[in-house]
């Protein structure tokens, strides 16, 4: 090992080994992809992280304000948690947290069930396979705006198609859009419309991934086409059904749009307000921009419960 030495105090100055060693180090670290790479991914890697993290905890500073509006901007020397305070003394917070848990359970229960068995009747090898696949899929391809409007003309209690269907049986007519005890069922009917097709791919590619041979050896041992799916192939299907079910309680919290695009800016009826709804309300109509941070950041929680487990999943199946 090399060293220098001052002659008159006696110190060491240079390691000439250690700074090779480290001159080493610098040389792969420079020709490294990471950091040859670097200037393809920082740009987006910054505008994301400032748009949505920077927006993230933009909001949850807001929340911590008093913040009402433009004519001022937020004082930020006063933080305090008042407006979640608020929020759990609101009846109204409460009522759209129940409408939003209702519609976030029942909607993806109901779409990941009609999905599955529509996948295993695809499976079976049904008539008209293809001509039932597109019909359950272009909803899929439609947007909230339009899927909203066009079941606002289905719903309508003079010539909606529904209550011409129900009144061929005596039936009706109901006023599925303005009666409150209606209303929440009506939108979740139409969400699953919409959302089942996808829900019908995700599992149809899970079983069609299971080997032929499982169904062999089910025959075999004499098991029926019942016993064969219920004991052997949808338990195989955990994975999708994760994937599936995150993805749609992921479009249910997003039914802001749907919801806005079929009811109008601020006439969300009681029975379907949720908590995306009451948001905006709270910010674009009413000027309670920091209340509306508050909710949003409730929101995100919710969003983060629903994720999270999803993703330690992942972790734990070596996907991640």
């Known amino acids: 090992m090399a060293r220098s030495q001052d002659s008159a105090t006696g110190f060491q100055l240079v390691d000439t080994d250690t700074v090779a060693e480290w001159r080493t180090r ?39 304000t008093d913040y009402e509006g433009f004519s001022q901007g937020p004082d930020f ?14 009846p109204w917070i409460w009522l759209t947290a129940k409408n939003t848990f209702i519609l976030l359970i029942v909607f993806t229960t109901v779409t990941m069930l009609l999905g599955l ?3 295993i009747m695809l499976d079976r ?3 008209f396979k293809e001509r039932v696949q597109t019909i359950y899929l272009l909803p899929m391809a439609l947007s909230f705006v339009v899927t909203a409007q066009f079941w606002l003309w289905m719903y309508n209690v003079d010539n909606g198609l529904v209550n011409v ?19 929440l069922g009506a939108v979740i009917f139409a969400l699953i419309w919409q959302f089942s097709g996808y829900a019908m791919v995700v599992f149809l590619a899970g079983l069609q991934s299971i080997p032929n041979d499982q169904f062999e050896a089910a025959r075999v041992d004499g098991a029926s086409i019942y016993k064969t799916y219920w004991r052997v192939i949808i338990p195989q299907l955990k994975s999708s059904s994760v994937s599936a079910a995150v993805v749609l309680m992921i479009f249910a919290l997003k ?11 601020y006439r969300v009826p009681k029975g379907t307000d949720i908590l995306a709804t009451l948001m905006v309300r709270e910010a674009f109509k009413l000027q309670n921009w920091a209340y509306a941070a508050a909710i949003g950041t ?11 487990p999803y993703l330690h999943y992942q972790h734990k199946q070596g996907s991640l």
Not at 34 to 54: C, K, T
Not at 77 to 90: F, I, K, P, R, S
Not at 165 to 182: A, D, T
């Open 26 to 64: 610098l040389r792969v670290i420079w020709k490294s992809d990471f950091v040859r790479s670097f200037p393809f991914w920082f740009i987006p890697f910054f505008i994301m992280g400032l748009g949505v993290y920077g927006g993230i905890g933009y909001n949850t500073l807001i929340s911590l």
């Open 77 to 90: 020397t006063q933080l305090d948690l008042e407006m979640y305070v608020q929020a759990m003394n609101d």
């Open 117 to 119: 068995f529509l996948s």
């Open 125 to 127: 090898g049904i008539r």
């Open 165 to 183: 269907i129900l009144g061929v049986f005596g039936l009706g007519p109901y006023n599925w859009i303005g009666n409150p005890k209606l209303v």
């Open 255 to 265: 039914a802001f749009t749907f919801l806005f695009s079929m009811f109008g800016q």
């Open 298 to 308: 409730i929101l995100l929680v919710m969003a983060l419960a629903v994720i999270a």
